[in-house]
């Protein structure tokens, strides 16, 4: 107990002083939402449409934190490794600081459905319903931190990395096309499977199978002993790297670049994590709509690989830590022209595979799918070293990373920032192409084979240039978080704010969020409805209107989503900005 209660005072005095920031704010306000979505099914909707909302939820903790760098690791099982604590002690105790934060809040929050629930049914009901919500808020918590524990083993070996990123990128692909299964649930209701999951154990104890607590409270209590022998494998056993299949040649400064970044493309397993999530993502993204009869959405796998691959890569520099030091002390090192190549081998030929079967498999339309291959790859490939030297976030050197390989910075809300632009940027380069695509057929190809030609070799060279002109500050960053001190005609060099205190404003974060909608959802998906011919298809707009209203809803959605993205770089911009120009007091 007494461990339990320093690890809750440790939660509290670290959430004290972090509970700020334009990511923290975002997601405080969506859970809001959610939870109170939530409630408002509680009291209007079926019971089983309250458990399917839970299983959501549970997914949410399950999968979240795998897309975020682990999740909350405030209080690391690293730092506790020399006291000699038990590791059932460390796992209760790392459990009940857990539950201090805005995330089990919020799902606290949207669990008082099940008093609702039970007040529905009987009094009797609802004091059940108190004890599990303890029951099921544990579950949600518990069932989080194994499944960040089992994918830090799983990214041991060259097999796990695969193995789990076939299945994330699968589930995640799913959820995000949660349209389909709304559809399939509208045909045939909300299936039973969803009284079957833990989730929804604590809704049948309310509505009358009390023994179902039973079965949760050992549900947790088994949770918390696989956490504990987790915790003592994550301390213990090294972390282990693939090797590649076979020697990589290199010759001259560019093919030495490209040789090592080869090497790490095949060596690092969280690399291979992300590019296997990535196209695990991309066809699952396109094959869902598969399940209501539609294969319109199938071509595209291809393209949307390309677009995750680039987003889940969009820190490149500051994934490698302080290494830069090596190009920096190397004259005429091609770093940037090298990379480029490298992560097109790493990613083009999987891209170009996966678009061929697909559009093979639905028959088309290939001059579309061509073009927005090219003009994207091209895209990636230019904006990915540009990204990430302009709006680095310092990331942990590789063989710092910790018994969560997820973690690569301890910055996760400038990299998700990072990889949300990432993903605009990249859509918005294949758009010329497209559109060439979409009224002059194969036309499309050739301007996508140049949009992209000229992206890749163009941003290059701006990241080149970048690269050598700011190459000393941008080592500093990652070294120390802070920028290479400023010297003053006034007096001494000062130090400016740390890389964290310039993140976007609330409002930033907010539009990023809010211009995702129009861009993808109402926009290009709704723009391949249109292309298809498909009417009255769920949420898109688009798919209601009149035929003369079809094309201009979607090219204002684009715009408005373009937009979005726009106001909230030109604030996060700004706020850079005045970061920079702020000094601290004190003299370095």
């Given at each position: 107990?007494?461990?339990?209660?320093?690890?809750?005072?440790?939660?509290?005095?670290?959430?004290?002083?972090?509970?700020?920031?334009?990511?923290?704010?975002?997601?405080?306000?969506?859970?809001?939402?959610?939870?109170?979505?939530?409630?408002?099914?509680?009291?209007?909707?079926?019971?089983?449409?309250?458990?399917?909302?839970?299983?959501?939820?549970?997914?949410?903790?399950?999968?979240?934190?795998?897309?975020?760098?682990?999740?909350?690791?405030?209080?690391?099982?690293?730092?506790?490794?020399?006291?000699?604590?038990?590791?059932?002690?460390?796992?209760?105790?790392?459990?009940?600081?857990?539950?201090?934060?805005?995330?089990?809040?919020?799902?606290?929050?949207?669990?008082?459905?099940?008093?609702?629930?039970?007040?529905?049914?009987?009094?009797?009901?609802?004091?059940?319903?108190?004890?599990?919500?303890?029951?099921?808020?544990?579950?949600?918590?518990?069932?989080?931190?194994?499944?960040?524990?089992?994918?830090?083993?799983?990214?041991r070996s060259r097999l796990g990395a695969v193995g789990a990123g076939l299945l994330n990128g699968a589930i995640l692909g799913a959820l995000c096309q949660i349209w389909v299964f709304l559809a399939l649930f509208d045909q045939s209701g909300v299936p039973q499977l969803v009284w079957q999951l833990p989730s929804?154990?604590?809704?049948?104890?309310?509505?009358?199978?009390?023994?179902?607590?039973?079965?949760?409270?050992?549900?947790?209590?088994?949770?918390?002993?696989?956490?504990?022998?987790?915790?003592?494998?994550?301390?213990?056993?090294?972390?282990?790297?693939?090797?590649?299949?076979?020697?990589?040649?290199?010759?001259?400064?560019?093919?030495?670049?490209?040789?090592?970044?080869?090497?790490?493309?095949?060596?690092?397993?969280?690399?291979?994590?992300?590019?296997?999530?990535?196209?695990?993502?991309?066809?699952?993204?396109?094959?869902?709509?598969?399940?209501?009869?539609?294969?319109?959405?199938?071509?595209?796998?291809?393209?949307?690989?390309?677009?995750?691959?680039?987003?889940?890569?969009?820190?490149?520099?500051?994934?490698?830590?302080?290494?830069?030091?090596?190009?920096?002390?190397?004259?005429?090192?091609?770093?940037?022209?090298?990379?480029?190549?490298?992560?097109?081998?790493?990613?083009?030929p999987a891209a170009a595979a996966v678009t061929v079967v697909t559009a093979a498999v639905a028959g088309g339309p290939w001059p579309l799918v061509l073009a927005l291959l090219a003009a994207m790859l091209g895209g990636a490939a230019g904006l990915i070293p540009l990204v990430s030297v302009y709006g680095l976030?310092?990331?942990?050197?590789?063989?710092?990373?910790?018994?969560?390989?997820?973690?690569?910075?301890?910055?996760?809300?400038?990299?998700?920032?990072?990889?949300?632009?990432?993903?605009?940027?990249?859509?918005?380069?294949?758009?010329?192409?497209?559109l060439v695509a979409l009224s002059y057929g194969w036309a499309g190809v050739p301007v996508g084979l140049a949009t992209g030609f000229l992206s890749a070799w163009g941003l290059g060279l701006l990241a080149e240039r970048r690269l050598r002109e700011r190459g000393v500050e941008l080592l500093q960053a990652m070294?120390?978080?802070?920028?290479?001190?400023?010297?003053?005609?006034?007096?001494?060099?000062?130090?400016?704010?740390?890389?964290?205190?310039?993140?976007?404003?609330?409002?930033?974060?907010?539009?990023?969020?809010?211009?995702?909608?129009?861009?993808?959802?109402?926009?290009?998906?709704?723009?391949?409805?249109?292309?298809?011919?498909?009417?009255?298809?769920?949420?898109?707009?688009?798919?209601?209107?009149?035929?003369?209203?079809?094309?201009?809803?979607?090219?204002?959605?684009?715009?408005?989503?373009?937009?979005?993205?726009?106001?909230?770089?030109?604030?996060?911009?700004?706020?850079?900005?005045?970061?920079?120009?702020?000094?601290?007091?004190?003299?370095?």
């Amino acid at each position: 107990m007494a461990v339990a209660l320093t690890m809750a005072r440790m939660k509290v005095s670290l959430l004290r002083h972090s509970l700020k920031g334009p990511m923290t704010s975002t997601g405080v306000l969506l859970g809001v939402l959610l939870a109170g979505w939530t409630l408002y099914l509680a009291l209007t909707a079926d019971p089983a449409v309250l458990a399917g909302a839970y299983a959501v939820w549970m997914l949410g903790w399950m999968l979240g934190p795998l897309f975020m760098g682990g999740g909350d690791e405030s209080l690391r099982p690293e730092h506790f490794s020399l006291l000699g604590i038990k590791s059932h002690r460390l796992a209760s105790g790392l459990l009940v600081a857990a539950f201090i934060g805005m995330a089990p809040l919020i799902s606290l929050v949207a669990s008082l459905g099940l008093v609702i629930s039970g007040v529905r049914q009987s009094p009797a009901g609802a004091l059940i319903a108190v004890v599990a919500i303890v029951l099921q808020l544990a579950l949600f918590v518990l069932v989080s931190r194994v499944a960040v524990a089992l994918l830090g083993l799983a990214l041991r070996s060259r097999l796990g990395a695969v193995g789990a990123g076939l299945l994330n990128g699968a589930i995640l692909g799913a959820l995000c096309q949660i349209w389909v299964f709304l559809a399939l649930f509208d045909q045939s209701g909300v299936p039973q499977l969803v009284w079957q999951l833990p989730s929804g154990w604590g809704l049948l104890a309310v509505n009358g199978e009390p023994g179902r607590l039973v079965a949760l409270a050992v549900l947790d209590l088994v949770l918390l002993g696989a956490w504990a022998a987790l915790l003592s494998r994550r301390a213990g056993a090294p972390r282990t790297s693939g090797r590649p299949r076979r020697a990589v040649t290199a010759h001259g400064a560019l093919g030495g670049v490209f040789a090592k970044e080869l090497r790490t493309w095949t060596r690092d397993l969280v690399r291979n994590y992300q590019v296997i999530f990535s196209l695990s993502f991309g066809v699952c993204f396109g094959a869902s709509p598969l399940l209501l009869g539609w294969d319109g959405m199938l071509p595209y796998a291809g393209p949307i690989f390309v677009v995750m691959a680039a987003s889940l890569t969009s820190n490149l520099y500051g994934s490698d830590g302080t290494a830069l030091w090596l190009t920096l002390l190397t004259p005429r090192a091609s770093d940037v022209r090298g990379r480029q190549l490298a992560w097109l081998a790493a990613v083009g030929p999987a891209a170009a595979a996966v678009t061929v079967v697909t559009a093979a498999v639905a028959g088309g339309p290939w001059p579309l799918v061509l073009a927005l291959l090219a003009a994207m790859l091209g895209g990636a490939a230019g904006l990915i070293p540009l990204v990430s030297v302009y709006g680095l976030v310092p990331g942990t050197d590789p063989h710092r990373r910790g018994g969560n390989p997820l973690r690569v910075s301890d910055d996760n809300g400038g990299l998700t920032g990072l990889a949300y632009l990432m993903l605009a940027l990249v859509v918005a380069s294949g758009v010329p192409a497209g559109l060439v695509a979409l009224s002059y057929g194969w036309a499309g190809v050739p301007v996508g084979l140049a949009t992209g030609f000229l992206s890749a070799w163009g941003l290059g060279l701006l990241a080149e240039r970048r690269l050598r002109e700011r190459g000393v500050e941008l080592l500093q960053a990652m070294r120390t978080g802070r920028r290479v001190p400023v010297l003053t005609p006034a007096g001494p060099p000062q130090r400016v704010r740390t890389l964290p205190k310039t993140a976007p404003p609330p409002l930033a974060a907010l539009l990023f969020l809010l211009g995702a909608i129009p861009l993808f959802p109402q926009g290009i998906v709704a723009g391949i409805f249109v292309a298809n011919g498909v009417e009255g298809q769920s949420w898109f707009l688009a798919t209601y209107l009149a035929p003369g209203l079809r094309w201009p809803a979607v090219g204002g959605m684009v715009v408005l989503g373009l937009i979005l993205f726009g106001v909230a770089a030109h604030q996060t911009a700004s706020a850079r900005r005045r970061g920079r120009a702020l000094p601290h007091s004190r003299s370095a």
